[in-house]
């Protein structure tokens, strides 16, 4: 999430009421997630397993829980709760603005297009030229969506991210702040759900063809020209390649990379980043002709017991 100006490196400690190390004029140009973070940033850390990782990113202010050695270039905000004060910038920079309204007077709506009764279009969306976008599907804040673009009936684009830190009195939401962008040419199914990433985007391709009943989850970049079937669940974070065919009730695991072109068959549990180019199959994941290989091999047990007795 990139901030509307420049601020200041004691501007943000105020918002927050923290302590900083670091020139008070120090700029600062927004704030993200560790895997999307660039110069001028700030990036949140509150375990001392992760301290090395934030303070070595490219992210120039660290929100810590710790008071540590400032690396040369950087600033400090030192918090007693950095999960706290970043959902407290989120809500500064990027507040929750309530509608009473379908189609929100801040949208913009292309040429073309045609919307649906019962369909939410919430504030400072933009849809391209030509799309069609069925009954009841509801876009959140901040969506981008391109032209010629199909959306079926109750689809989500925008839901807050699974994200979540665990306390005595429970869980606390981190607080999503960025935006779902759908590209030119996508075709979406019914009953989808992309969640919008927590500061960056959620990113669907050019070209990409999404079946019924599929989630995305935040901060995902699914490439161009992708065709993903029914019941597929992608996790957060996930960087799917251009030209990769996920077949029905595939899962992912969060933070992985599937190369370009790769097909995962139908039930695959994708369990860690997979190259490109290749079929797979199973959970855990495996080339599809490896697996298939054993599960015939497997198949041959009980003949070779009776071979043995």
């Known amino acids: 999430m990139k901030f509307s100006k420049t601020y200041q490196l004691h501007e ?17 140009l ?18 001392p397993k992760y301290y090395d990782k934030a303070l070595q990113s490219a992210a120039t202010i660290v929100l810590i829980n710790k008071n540590v050695d400032c690396p040369d270039g950087k600033a400090l905000l030192i918090s007693d709760d950095p999960f706290r004060d970043f959902n407290k910038l989120t809500n500064y920079f990027k507040p929750f603005q309530s509608s009473n309204i379908s ?37 959140y804040d901040h969506t981008i969506i391109g032209d010629n673009v199909i959306i079926h009936a109750g689809t989500i684009l925008g ?19 960025g935006r779902v962008v759908i590209e030119n040419n996508v075709g979406i199914g019914a009953l989808c759900t992309i969640d919008k990433g927590v500061t960056g ?13 599929v989630h995305v989850g935040h901060d995902t970049v699914i490439g161009k020209k992708c065709l ?25 695991t969060s933070g992985i990379t599937i190369g ?23 959970t855990p994941v495996e080339e599809s002709r490896e697996k298939l290989k054993q599960l015939a091999n497997i198949k041959k047990i009980p003949d070779l017991i009776q071979k043995l007795k």
Not at 12 to 28: K, L, W
């Open 228 to 252: 993903i079937a029914s019941q597929t669940g992608i996790a957060g974070c996930v960087i799917i390649e251009d030209e990769v065919t996920l077949w029905g009730q595939v899962g992912t």
């Open 30 to 47: 927004g704030m993200n997630e560790i895997h999307v973070v660039e110069n001028g940033d700030i990036v949140f850390v509150d375990h």
């Open 12 to 28: 943000i400690a105020s918002i927050i009421g923290c302590e900083f190390v670091g020139d008070s004029n120090f700029p600062v």
């Open 159 to 177: 839901a807050d991210a699974f994200y979540y830190k665990k306390r005595e009195t429970g869980f606390d939401q981190l607080i999503s702040g």
């Open 260 to 282: 370009a072109k790769a097909v995962v068959l139908g039930q695959t549990g994708v369990t860690k980043s997979i190259e490109g180019g290749k079929s797979y199959f199973g």
């Open 103 to 139: 189609i929100s007077t801040s949208a913009k709506i292309g040429k073309g297009t045609v919307i649906q009764p019962n369909t939410f279009v919430g504030n400072n969306v933009t849809i391209g030229k030509n799309c069609l976008i069925h009954s009841n599907v509801s876009i």
């Open 201 to 213: 985007d959620t990113t669907i391709g050019e070209g990409t063809k999404i079946d019924n009943q």
